[in-house]
Every structure is written in C-alpha cells, then in structure tokens.
C-alpha cells in the first residue's frame, strides 16, 4: 500500500488548536503533566478520536491510547505518538507535534479508505517532561515494566501537587476512555519528534533518522550549614551552604565539563532554606541534568560531582546529602525500524542523517519491549524548551509523511 497524503493544514490547525491550551503569553504553553491543561488536551484529543470512530484507552498510569482496527486484529498493534505534557515555559511541537502527527497519520488512511494490516495505537504517554513530577518518562517507563507507578504514589510535584490526587483526577476526566491494564504485546513504535537540536537545520537537512537516545541522569543536592545572622557573623565564622554550592558549580562548569565535550551538565533549579534576604541559609538545594552518550563517562562524571561536593563542603564546614532523582542509560534503536525510516525517507526523496538525540524521549523506554525507532524534524536555531521554540510548516509535513509512511511499512512489516 502506497501512503495517501497527509493532510497538512488540517495538521497545523490541530497544533493551534491544541497551542491554545496552556498557552503562555510569550507563545509557548505550560501543559504540566497531570495538570488541568494536560487533561484539557487529553479530552480534545479524545473528543477528535471519538469524532472518526477511534476506539479510547487509558491505562492505570494514564497513558492514552488511540485504536484503528487492522486487516488483522489478532497482531499486536503498531504505536505511533509521543506526548502532550509540556514544560513551564514549553514550546507548542515538543511532544505535540509527535502526538498530532500520530493522530493524523490515522485521519488520512481513513480518509483514503486504507486498512493498515496490523492495528495502529496513536499514544499520548503521560508525564515525558519530568518537570513537574520527577522522573521523566513515566508513563513510556511504567509501560515497558522498567518501573511500578506505586512506588511513585508518594511524590509531590515541584508545584507542592499530590501525584497520586492528579493522576487520580487525569484517570477520572475520561470516563469515555475504557481502562486497560499496564502494558502489552506491541508490534514496535515510531516517534516523530522535533530535534531540540540545531544540527538539522544547520545542515539543511529535512529529517534525522534518530539511531539512539543519550544517558541522563538527575541529581538532587542539598548542601546544610548553619543559618545565621547576615550582619553579625563574620565570613571566618560561617558554615554557609551558599559558599559550598557556588564553589561545586565553579568547578564543575570550570574544570570537569571542558574536559568532555560531549558531556552536558545543566542546573535548573537552586533554592534556599528558609530564602531569606538577610540570614545565612541553614541549607541549599540544586538540581544536576548531566547527559552523556557513555554509560560508564555517565557514571564517572557523577562520581566527580561527588567527590567535589564532599572537598568543597569540609572547606566550608558543610554537609551534602545527593539523591538520584532519575537513572536513564543510553539505549540505541532497532535497526529493522530504523531501516524502515531511512528507506521510506529515501522514497519520499527526504534528505537525512542518522543521528543520536541529546533529549531523552519515551521511544528509549519502548526500545526495551519492540523494535522501535524516531525521526526527527529541524526546529528553528535548534531552540526548544523555550516559548519560542518554532518548526516551519514544511517540516512538520515531510515530518508527518515520513511518519505514515514508515507507519504502513511497520504495520505490514513487522510481526
Ligand atoms: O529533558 C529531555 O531530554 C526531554 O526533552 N524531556
Ligand atoms: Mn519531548
Ligand atoms: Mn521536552
């Protein structure tokens, strides 16, 4: 079966439309995981499914499922989607894009009156950002049995939210959504994505053939000294956590990352206890997103952060205590499926690369249960996790036509 097209304005009005929830007055959204917003485009998307006849289902974790029947409904179906959960300050396609694609890849079969010969799943998995609730990739992790979500019931997100409440309340607004257990059989997955990256664009490339997902690992470090009087307490006198903490980021920005650079290292969040202007904090706490394509240079590069966490804590008479908030070794595709991408890319006459993503993405987590793979499209000067973040509309259609493309191929392909 050859694709039939995409329809490509009724895809950019989808994007609109779902931009407009959550929307930041800069452009860009704050859809949170779990969060009103995220259940605002959970039931947009279920009312679109439902408007075409689509079946709908959520399991325990809140993943949402998007079904159209195959020639043969006994084989696992095919997966094809990514997420609709944002970060505070997202962009309107990371995630978005993946998911609307998905949807529409099963609006133009239709529309052709095509069957494909197994049955495709479009999925929105829940949580990918991590932003919010702490790890990423939640829903795509629960699903592949790496993680049991009642080990997560407990969490109270950076917003002081109960996990547990939310997703209770994410799982409720669906009553239209049959519920499904956690996991099953899948025939493999496909994730289109934005590249959150510059190299496309830079090499004027229409797609990247994604072979791969670089390691992450979060760290939280909470440094304690002792709280004191900003006026009175001269500096030969102080514990003061604050003093630790600028000497650890120091070095590490000075003298480990240089030395690596394919290493990444990114604090996102600091604070103080108790925050206030004229007390020496009694502690102080900062988040660690260190990246790296190695599993062991991953390690070793945790394994400086605390090495130097204890050196610059003795000078200052401070204690550290670190917690790994989240633990995603580096993965690599199928190639069966990265195959089928490159050659229905060849087809379609999309110039392309192999590349490796620097972002972590679910399709890392549905790598351990089907073959599965990503492609990729440029977004502007490689900017994402920012409200600016903007993919021209001639990517998000070769992106969209490669994905139906390389979708009909796994379904008929695949076992
Ligand atoms: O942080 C990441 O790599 C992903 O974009 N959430
Ligand atoms: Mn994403
Ligand atoms: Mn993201």
């Not at 043969?72 to 970060?87: N, V």
């Not at 609730?133 to 917003?159: E, K």
Request: glycine content about 8%.
């Amino acid at each position: 079966m050859t694709a039939p097209a995409i329809n490509a304005e009724r895809l950019q009005q989808r994007l609109e439309a779902f931009a407009r929830i959550g929307a930041t007055p800069a452009g860009g959204v704050n859809r949170q995981a779990l969060s009103a917003e995220d259940r605002a485009a959970r039931r947009l998307l279920t009312e679109l499914a439902q408007a075409r006849g689509f079946s709908v289902f959520q399991d325990p974790i809140a993943n949402l499922f998007i079904r159209r029947g195959g020639h043969d409904d006994s084989r696992p179906p095919l997966l094809i989607g990514s997420h609709l959960d944002s970060q505070p300050t997202g962009g309107r396609y990371d995630g978005a894009l993946g998911t609307l694609a998905a949807f529409e890849a099963l609006e133009a079969l239709q529309d052709a009156g095509l069957t494909s010969e197994a049955p495709i799943e479009v999925v929105a998995w829940t949580n990918e950002e991590g932003s919010r609730f702490a790890p990423g990739v939640m829903g795509s992790m629960a699903f592949a049995g790496a993680a049991d979500p009642a080990t997560w019931q407990s969490l109270t997100g950076s917003d002081g939210a109960s996990f547990a409440h939310e997703l209770a309340a994410t799982l409720a607004a669906l009553p239209e959504a049959a519920p499904r257990s956690l996991g099953m059989p899948v025939s493999g997955y496909i994730e289109l994505h934005i590249e959150q990256g510059p190299s496309l664009e830079k090499e004027g490339l229409a797609v990247g053939v994604v072979t791969g997902v670089q390691g992450t690992r979060w760290l939280k470090v909470t440094i304690s000294g002792e709280a004191g009087h900003a006026g009175t307490t001269p500096l030969p006198y102080r514990r003061d956590p604050m003093v630790a903490a600028v000497g650890i980021l120091h070095q590490l920005q000075a003298s480990v990352m240089p030395s690596d650079a394919d290493a990444r290292l990114t604090v996102g969040r600091i604070a103080t206890i108790p925050g206030s202007v004229n007390a020496i904090p009694k502690a102080v706490s900062f988040s660690l997103d260190i990246r790296h394509p190695s599993a062991s240079r991953l390690a070793a590069i945790e394994a400086e952060v605390r090495a130097i966490c204890r050196d610059q804590c003795e000078r200052q008479g401070c204690s550290a205590e670190i917690a790994t908030a989240f633990d995603m070794p580096p993965g690599t595709f199928a190639p069966a499926m990265i195959d089928i991408i490159e050659t229905a890319a060849d087809r379609l006459f999309l110039s392309s690369k192999k590349m490796v993503s620097g972002a972590f993405h679910d399709a890392l987590f549905l790598s351990k249960v089907a073959p599965t793979a990503m492609i990729f499209v440029p977004c502007r000067d490689g900017i994402s996790h920012n409200e600016a973040e903007y993919v021209e509309p001639a990517s998000v259609r070769d992106g969209a036509r490669l994905l139906l493309e390389a979708t009909i191929v796994a379904a008929k392909e695949l076992p």
